[in-house]
Each structure stands twice: as structure tokens, then as C-alpha cells.
């Protein structure tokens, strides 16, 4: 388990950097990219 923790927390560094994101702003993203999925799930199958 520890080793998937370490690298999960590897990739959102690698991400971070990569889009040069500060933690507020990634946690803005982060958001964002949950909440416009549920409306996509919603959409395809509740209607």
C-alpha cells in the first residue's frame, strides 16, 4: 500500500510541475476536473 501512496504522490508532483500549478490552484483543478466528470457520468446514464 505504501508503495502506491509514493507514487501517487509522485504524479500529482510530476503534474504539478509540469503545468506549473501552486497547491491552491491545483486544488482549484482538481475540482473543476471532479465536478465536470460527475455531470458528464450524470448525463450518459441518468437521461
Known amino acids: 500500500m505504501r508503495k502506491i501512496i509514493q507514487t501517487h504522490k509522485r504524479m500529482i508532483s510530476w503534474y504539478q510541475k509540469k503545468l506549473r ?3 491552491y490552484s491545483l486544488l482549484w ?3 473543476f476536473k471532479g465536478a465536470l466528470t460527475a455531470i458528464v457520468i450524470e448525463k450518459i446514464f441518468f437521461n
Open 21 to 23: 500549478l501552486t497547491d
Open 29 to 31: 483543478f482538481v475540482f
